[in-house]
């Protein structure tokens, strides 16, 4: 049985603008100041919450590096422990704020943060026939793309993404591992618990080494 720690990413400036009518077109959209604060106030906690942990795992997109940043990176330096940085529990891309920034980029703002685990630079788009272009090609401004066309990732994309995230979780060798990442991924991936996550809420589960099923999860913060 592994444990697992899952942490919704502090508030951004997209959950701050977005309403369902119209997209505020807030690429990647970073911490508002009231995320910052919830990430600070989770950092005083992380001690006592997240004492067994022996690897963080964060999503790329801006809002949860930072958040990672600001809540666990005095933790991973006090236990010298890693913090990975994989693409695979990305957001279901769905609206502008799920676009990320290509590798090279944010590996250069976060050298703190093990980027080996991503070998795309435009590791945000979707692995579906139609976008591939908008992958390898780089003369396309994928924001500007974006806006005219707005592509989404298809459900069974991201259901591939869960189990391949759940089978890589597996194969590692700790056994307490905690995820910075995002609302919609978390709630397909803690299926079939209905597991609404506020901003840098924090919920333990464990995920069961003979069939990758979610058990047991429990909120440790509100």
Known sequence: MKEIYIIRH?????????????????????LTELGKEQANQLSENVNSLLNNIELVITSPLTRALDTTKIAL????????????VSSIHRELL??????????????????????????????????????IELKTNFSIDTDQYFKKIPFRESESSLLK??????????????????IVGHADF???????????????????????LSDSKILNPIYLTN
């Open 94 to 131: 769905t609206t502008s704020d799920d676009n990320g920034r290509v590798k090279s980029i944010i590996e250069n703002e976060y050298p703190e943060f093990d980027f080996s685990l991503i070998n795309d630079q435009r590791w945000w788009i979707p692995e579906m026939e139609e976008l």
């Open 10 to 30: 502090g508030e951004s400036t997209f959950n701050k603008n977005y309403n369902e009518f119209e997209d505020p077109y807030l690429f990647d959209a970073r």
């Open 161 to 178: 993404r869960v189990e391949q995230f759940k089978q890589f979780l597996l194969t590692r060798p700790e056994s307490s591992i905690a």
């Open 186 to 208: 978390f709630y397909y991936f803690t299926q079939p618990h209905d597991l609404p996550l506020n901003n840098c809420q924090v919920i333990k589960l464990n995920l069961s």
């Open 73 to 84: 990176l005095q933790l991973i330096k006090d236990k010298s422990i890693k913090c990975l």
